[in-house]
C-alpha cells in the first residue's frame, strides 16, 4: 500500500469520536466520524474504509452487530474494537468473528498509534502474498501446461502432492513433451519458488564442457580458464536445478553427479576442496534407462537416486483429446507476440492436426502453429498453411522422391531434437555416424528449413 490508509471512527461519545479523530489526523490518516452503527454501516455501503475502530457498547445496533454487517459489506476492512474493561469477553469474541484486535478504554495516542500500525503492516503483507501468489499462478499454475485429458489431469495432481516435497524427481517421456514445464511446475509451487531454477541440457555439450557447465573450475584448472567460474550447482544454491536429457551423460558424470546427491556436495575442476549445495534436483530422459543400464550406459545405483519419484508424460499422439486446447492456446500467444489479429482454425485445419501423428509432440504442434500464422494470410487457419496432409487434405506439398522424403525427415527430426546429433540418431533408430552420412548425402545444415 503506497497511500496512507482511511479510518472510520464509531462511538455514541462525541469527546472519544473527536479526540482519536485529532490524534489520527495529526498523524497523516484521512479519518470520518460515525456517531452509531447504523450510520457506520451506511457509510461504509457508500466508501471503502481500511481500517474502522468501533465502540463495543453503542444504543440501539452495538459494536457487535455493527462489525458482523460491516464484514458482509467490506470483508477487506480491518476492525478494531473498543471496549471497557468489564466487557472484554465480548471483545475477543469479536475476534473469534473476525475483529483484528481490541483496545481497553482509556487508552493513549501511543496505544493508538501501535496497532493501526500492526494492522497497516499486516495489510501490506497480505497484499504482497496476494500478489506474489497471482504473480506465481500466472507463471505456474498449470497455464503452461494445458491438457484436458485423464492423464494430464493425473500429472496435475501429482505436481500438487510431490512439488512441496524435497524429493528428486525423473520426468520421463519423448522430446518435445513438455518435461521442463513439469520441471516449472514443481519447482514454482515448492517453498524454493522465490530462489533460482537453473536448467541445462545433458545431452547438447560433450563431456569436457558439461562438467565444467554443472560443477564450476578454479582459474587455471584448463587451458583458458584465466578466471574461476561457478558451476550450474552453485547458481541453484537454494533452490531447483533441472538436468534435461540426463540418459546422455557419459559415465564420469554419472559417478560424479551421483557424489552430489549422496553427499550433497561438489568440487570445482582444478579444486580439491569440497562446496556444500543445497539444491533441488529435477532431472528429466527421453531415453529408456533401464534398458540403458542393462547395456552398461547407465548406473544403476544413479538410476535409482534419481527415480525416487517418477512423473511420465504422455506423447501427443495419446492424448488428442488436448490437441484443439493446445492449438488455441499457441495460436493466442502467437498472435500477441506477432502483434497480429487473432485468427481461428478452420475445421478442417483442425481435423487435419487431430489426424496428424506428432512425433515432435507439442514442440512440433507449437512450431506448425506458428508457421501457419507466419504463411497464411487470411481470419483462419486452413487446411493450405498447415505442413502435412492426411485423408482428404491437398497432399500437393508433399515430396515426390523418396530422397527428398528421406531429406525432409532427417530435417524434421533435427529440428525436434534441437539439432542433438544423438538424440537425432536414436530417435531414427540408426547410429551417429550413418546420420552423419546422410546429413553429408543431403548437404544438410543447421538453419536449413
Known amino acids: 500500500m503506497t497511500k496512507m490508509p482511511s479510518i472510520l471512527v464509531v462511538d455514541d461519545e462525541a469527546a472519544i469520536r473527536e479526540s482519536l479523530k485529532d490524534w489520527l489526523m495529526e498523524d497523516g490518516y484521512g479519518v470520518a466520524l460515525a456517531a452509531d452503527g447504523k450510520t457506520a454501516v451506511a457509510m461504509v455501503e457508500g466508501s471503502q474504509y481500511d481500517v474502522i475502530l468501533l465502540d463495543l457498547k453503542m444504543p440501539g445496533m452495538d459494536g457487535l452487530e455493527t462489525m458482523r454487517c460491516i464484514k458482509e459489506i467490506s470483508p477487506d476492512s480491518e476492525i478494531l474494537m473498543m471496549t471497557a474493561y468489564a466487557s472484554v469477553d465480548t471483545a475477543v469474541q469479536a475476534m473469534k468473528e473476525g475483529a483484528f484486535d481490541y483496545l481497553v478504554k482509556p487508552f493513549d495516542p501511543d496505544e493508538v498509534e501501535l496497532q493501526i500500525k500492526k494492522i497497516v503492516a499486516h495489510r501490506e503483507m497480505r497484499f504482497e502474498n496476494i500478489m506474489l501468489r497471482k504473480k506465481l499462478e500466472e507463471q505456474y499454475q498449470y497455464d503452461e501446461i494445458i491438457g484436458k485429458s485423464a492423464v494430464m489431469q493425473e500429472i496435475f495432481d501429482l505436481i500438487d502432492r510431490v512439488a512441496p516435497s524435497e524429493s528428486t524427481v525423473l520426468i520421463t517421456g519423448e522430446s518435445g513433451t513438455g518435461k521442463e514445464l513439469i520441471a516449472q511446475a514443481l519447482h514454482g509451487n515448492s517453498s524454493r519458488c522465490f530462489m533460482p531454477f537453473v536448467a541445462i541440457n545433458c545431452g547438447s555439450l560433450p563431456e569436457s564442457l558439461l562438467e565444467s557447465e554443472l560443477f564450476g573450475y578454479e582459474k587455471g584448472a584448463f587451458t583458458g580458464a584465466d578466471h574461476a567460474r561457478r558451476g550450474r550447482f ?216
Open 234 to 449: 552453485e547458481m541453484a544454491q537454494g533452490g531447483t536445478i533441472f538436468l534435461d536429457e540426463i540418459g546422455d551423460i557419459s559415465l564420469k558424470t554419472q559417478v560424479d553427479l551421483l557424489r552430489v546427491l549422496q553427499q550433497r556436495e561438489i568440487s570445482r575442476l582444478g579444486s580439491e576442496s569440497a562446496i556444500e549445495v543445497d539444491v533441488r534436483i529435477l532431472a528429466a530422459t527421453n531415453r529408456d534407462l533401464k534398458a540403458a543400464i542393462k547395456k552398461g550406459d547407465f548406473r544403476e545405483d544413479l538410476f535409482y537416486r534419481l527415480n525416487v519419484i517418477t512423473i511420465h508424460v504422455p506423447p501427443l499422439r495419446e492424448r488428442k483429446e488436448d490437441i484443439p486446447l493446445l492449438a488455441k492456446a499457441f495460436v493466442k500467444q502467437q498472435c500477441v507476440e506477432m502483434n497480429k489479429e487473432m485468427v481461428k482454425i478452420s475445421p478442417g485445419a483442425m481435423r487435419q492436426l487431430m489426424d496428424y501423428h506428432w512425433p515432435g509432440n507439442v514442440r512440433e504442434l507449437e512450431n506448425i502453429v506458428e508457421r501457419a500464422l507466419v504463411i497464411g494470410s487470411g481470419k483462419e487457419i486452413v487446411i493450405g498453411d498447415l505442413p502435412f496432409s492426411h485423408g482428404d487434405g491437398d497432399a500437393s506439398d508433399l515430396p515426390k522422391s523418396l530422397k527428398a522424403v528421406e531429406k525432409a525427415h532427417i530435417l524434421r527430426i533435427l529440428e525436434q531434437t534441437n539439432w542433438n546429433i544423438s538424440k537425432a540418431a536414436r530417435e531414427m533408430d540408426i547410429d551417429r555416424q550413418t546420420l552423419y552420412n546422410k546429413m553429408k548425402k543431403y548437404a544438410i545444415k543447421k538453419g536449413e528449413s
